[in-house]
């Protein structure tokens, strides 16, 4: 990977990247601490935490349009998951500061679309308009939920948003039929012939079947417009949308295992149905797997789903989790019990209060923990919850399901795809498994009927499974350069702790869940001696420097300075060194060259200086 600049998109020049460039431990503290000299730097940043720019600038023209002076707006993909939005600021935010909070709900024209029967769905935004003081409780939502809107969506509806066909819903209205218009846009974008037209669901699905929509143009003439196509083309970047049931498929097909070679999407031939996978599971279906808009999103639709489910009580967070999933936990119902080192003995604690009348809606856990790359004990989990009745939510990012099978322990497997199932760092995306054989399937899937609510962008789905095309063979490359990496590390006397699944006394409770092809994954994490050797490492390593992980190119973070900051003496306390590194490992081929350079810098560093 070359040198990215401080502040560049990592990877570079991509208008969508995931992840951004924090070169330098001071920069990442810089970040951390709202630094200009960082912070004015910054082209973009992990979505859930930094708005994209061009989420922004739409946000901007909407509440300029719309809003007061005191408004700005915050962007969600519908109705539903503002008001999703608006409910929880009105719980959180001071009563005095909740006069300027609202919805604002988008929608396409009727006078500047085709009819209904020919373009039935459409695309929409849906903006919470606040104030300054309300801000921060919105953009708490927006990070913890998932449920913010993409920023391919929020180009495609800017665009019609600036040409005014995307309207407040109570201005739009059905026009004569005799005045239907539609601006055309640069010529390359105009047809003269007969050609397919779409019928676009509120995701921008689509299907095509012929029409020809004859329209008055600025010019006076009579021409053949296909409207729907022409804003898939002039907003969606050349993407053929109608492509997305079938990408859809694709991708729960690679996720249950039973795709692993590449498909004619453009096939009319409808697939097959899925009568194997490799879960382990019987009677799995496609439909089990639902697929959402970012890994965090799978957690919090699915704690969600289990507190409409079943009667709501606490949940279980096991292990040192992932930021946002104890928040979620402690912020969006009855709260939860925290056991933060998701040990043997965590365990015999839980046991004990189960055994004394304490009952539980679910136990989350990371499978492996992220970021020391431990194991909790499924096995024992799995028969606690069974004697105690309570449901068990594995999130197995780290683990992948190229290397280990969860799926039989739990009542509900979650991944961001976001990660090496895509590994390109350029889109979001996440799932949900319901395991068909748990005691709560059937209530889960009957509130999943009525509640959920399909919000992932059209674009980011094709751009998801084209990335994932591959994804076996790369895990299979990753699991090799982690093994090699380790190999390094552990040999340097400056290196006090390795993290990896590999070398953990958990590997036991891996090896359970591990297949017989897998490997143990390409997420490590190590310290060194000092703070400053650390430092030295780490400004010296010619990797990818930034948050985010299973890229396909090495990513490297002083993870506790990003991910827990304002908490470093509380991580402390569950055994997280507060200079610890945490290593993403890509596809490289030089890599033990790389980490050897660098751990030369560390011994070079003079310790006091």
Known sequence: ??????????????????????????????????????????????????????????????????????????????????????????????????????????????????????????????????????????????????????????????????????????????????????????????????????????????????????????????????????????????????????????????????????????????????????????????????????????????????????????????????????????????????YGYGSSSDLDDLEGRLQNGERFLALFCEFPGNPLLTCPDLVRIRRLADMYDFAVVVDETVGTFVNVNVLPFADVVVSSLTKIFSGDCNVMGGSIILNPNSRYYDSLKSVMANEFEDTYWAEDVIFMERNSRDFKSRIDRVNTNAEAICDILKAHPLVTNLYYTKYNETRPNYEICKLPNGGYGGLLSFTLKTKAHAMAFFDALETAKGPSLGTNFTLTSPYMVLAHYQELEWAAGYGVNPDLLRVSVGLEDNLTSVFANALKAAEACQVGE
């Not at 929409?124 to 309300?134: G, K, N, R």
């Not at 948003?161 to 105009?190: D, H, T, W």
């Open 1 to 338: 990977m070359p040198s990215i600049e401080l502040g560049d998109s990592i990877p570079p020049n991509t208008a969508h990247a995931v992840s951004v460039s924090l070169p330098t431990w001071k920069s990442n503290v810089g970040y951390e601490e709202g630094e200009q000299w960082v912070l004015g730097t910054m082209v973009t940043g992990y979505p859930r935490f930094f708005i994209h720019k061009s989420i922004q600038a739409f946000g901007r023209d909407i509440a300029a349009r719309y809003g007061t002076e005191e408004q700005q707006a915050i962007l969600f993909p519908t109705r539903k998951t503002a008001n999703r939005c608006i409910d929880f600021v009105r719980d959180k935010a001071p009563q005095s500061a909740l006069a300027n909070l609202g919805v604002l709900h988008l929608v396409l024209d009727p006078a500047k679309k085709p009819p209904e029967s020919l373009l039935s769905a459409t695309p929409s935004i849906s903006a919470v308009l606040c104030s300054a003081e309300t801000f921060p409780f919105v953009k708490q939502y927006w990070q913890h939920s998932g449920d913010g809107v993409s920023s391919r969506r929020a180009e495609f509806c800017h665009g019609l948003f600036n040409e005014n066909i995307l309207v407040p819903e109570e201005q739009a209205s059905p026009p004569p039929a005799a005045q239907q218009k539609l601006c055309r846009g640069p010529k390359r974008y105009r047809r003269t012939a007969s050609i397919d037209h779409n019928t676009n669901g509120s995701n921008g699905a689509s299907r095509h079947f012929p029409v020809t929509l004859e329209t008055t143009t600025d010019n006076g003439t009579t021409d053949s417009l296909e409207t729907s196509r022409f804003l898939e083309e002039r907003y969606g970047r050349n993407l053929d949308l109608s492509l997305v049931p079938n990408a859809k498929s694709a991708i729960r097909r690679r996720i249950a295992g039973v795709l692993t070679t590449d498909i004619d999407l453009e096939s009319t031939t409808a697939f097959p149905t899925m009568d194997s996978n490799a879960r382990g599971i019987s009677n799995f279906k496609e439909d089990d797997i639902y697929l959402v808009p970012c890994g965090m999103n799978a957690i919090f639709t699915t704690h969600q789903t289990l507190l409409k489910a079943r009667e709501p009580r606490k949940s279980i967070n096991f292990g040192f989790p992932y930021v946002d999933t104890l928040k979620i936990l402690q912020k969006f119902g009855p709260g939860a019990i925290f």
